[in-house]
T-cell receptor, first 110, second 115 residues
Framework: QKEVEQNSGPLSVPEGAIASLNCTYS??????FFWYRQYSGKSPELIMS????GDKEDGRFTAQLNKASQYVSLLIRDSQPSDSATYLC??????????FGKGTMLLVSP | DTEVTQTPKHLVMGMTNKKSLKCEQH?????MYWYKQKAKKPPELMFV???????INESVPSRFSPECPNSSLLNLHLHALQPEDSALYLC??????????????FGAGTRLSVL
C-alpha cells in the first residue's frame, strides 16, 4: 500500500515568514514528486515538480527532495496571505498513477 | 497553455436524472483522468484513459460511466446517483501516464449536488 503522509495542519505563519511544508512517502521506487496548491472550492494547481535529490527553486518556492529519507518538502519564502490554501503532496512511482497526501492547510496571517 | 476545460461548473440533479460531465484539452495529452473530491479530502482517482482506451477503473460504481470519444474529449455519464455522490469532480490530463515525469494538469472542476 503506497502511502503519502502530510501533517493536516493548519500551519499558521505570519506574513513575510518562511512556511515549511513536509511530506513523507512509503514507496522506495517513487520517482516523481509534485506539490499542488488548492484554494477552498477550487481545483489543484501545480506549484512545483521535483525528480532528483536536492533543491529546486522557482521564485518564492523551493522544493527539497531526499530519496534516502523518503522525504520531500516545500518552502515558501516571504509568505503572503494569498498563499493561504491547502498544499497537496503527490508522488508517482514507475508506471503507477499519482498518490496524493491528505494535504496541509496553510494559513498566513497579515 | 496548460488548460483543461470542464463543463458545467455546477450541476444539481435528482437521483433519477441522467446527466453528463464534459472535459476537453488541446495540449495533445494522451492520458485523461477523472477524480472525485469530497470536502477536506484529497482527490480520489476514478478512471484513467490512456490513448483513448480505459486503462484504470478504481472499482467505481456503474452509475458512473466514462467515455473518451477522441483524444481531446472525456465525458462522465451520470445516472441514478445517490446524495453521497455529491462532490467536486475533477478532470485532469497528462502527456502520457507511463512517463516518470508525468505532470497532471487539472480542470476547474464540476461541483455536483445530488438531491
Amino acid at each position: 500500500q503506497k502511502e503519502v503522509e502530510q501533517n493536516s495542519g493548519p500551519l499558521s505563519v505570519p506574513e513575510g515568514a518562511i512556511a515549511s511544508l513536509n511530506c513523507t512517502y512509503s514507496d522506495r521506487v517513487s520517482q516523481s514528486f509534485f506539490w499542488y496548491r488548492q484554494y477552498s472550492g477550487k481545483s489543484p494547481e501545480l506549484i512545483m515538480s521535483i525528480y532528483s535529490n536536492g533543491d529546486k527553486e522557482d521564485g518564492r518556492f523551493t522544493a527539497q527532495l531526499n530519496k534516502a529519507s523518503q522525504y520531500v518538502s516545500l518552502l515558501i519564502r516571504d509568505s503572503q496571505p494569498s498563499d493561504s490554501a491547502t498544499y497537496l503532496c503527490a508522488v508517482k512511482a514507475g508506471y503507477s498513477t499519482l498518490t496524493f497526501g491528505k494535504g496541509t492547510m496553510l494559513l498566513v496571517s497579515p | 497553455d496548460t488548460e483543461v476545460t470542464q463543463t458545467p461548473k455546477h450541476l444539481v440533479m435528482g437521483m433519477t436524472n441522467k446527466k453528463s460531465l464534459k472535459c476537453e484539452q488541446h495540449m495533445g495529452h494522451r492520458a485523461m483522468y477523472w477524480y472525485k473530491q469530497k470536502a477536506k479530502k484529497p482527490p480520489e482517482l476514478m478512471f484513467v484513459y490512456s490513448y483513448e482506451k480505459l486503462s484504470i477503473n478504481e472499482s467505481v460504481p456503474s452509475r458512473f460511466s466514462p467515455e473518451c470519444p477522441n483524444s481531446s474529449l472525456l465525458n462522465l455519464h451520470l445516472h441514478a446517483l445517490q446524495p453521497e455522490d455529491s462532490a467536486l469532480y475533477l478532470c485532469a490530463s497528462s502527456q502520457d501516464k507511463e512517463l516518470a515525469k508525468n505532470i497532471q494538469y487539472f480542470g476547474a472542476g464540476t461541483r455536483l449536488s445530488v438531491l
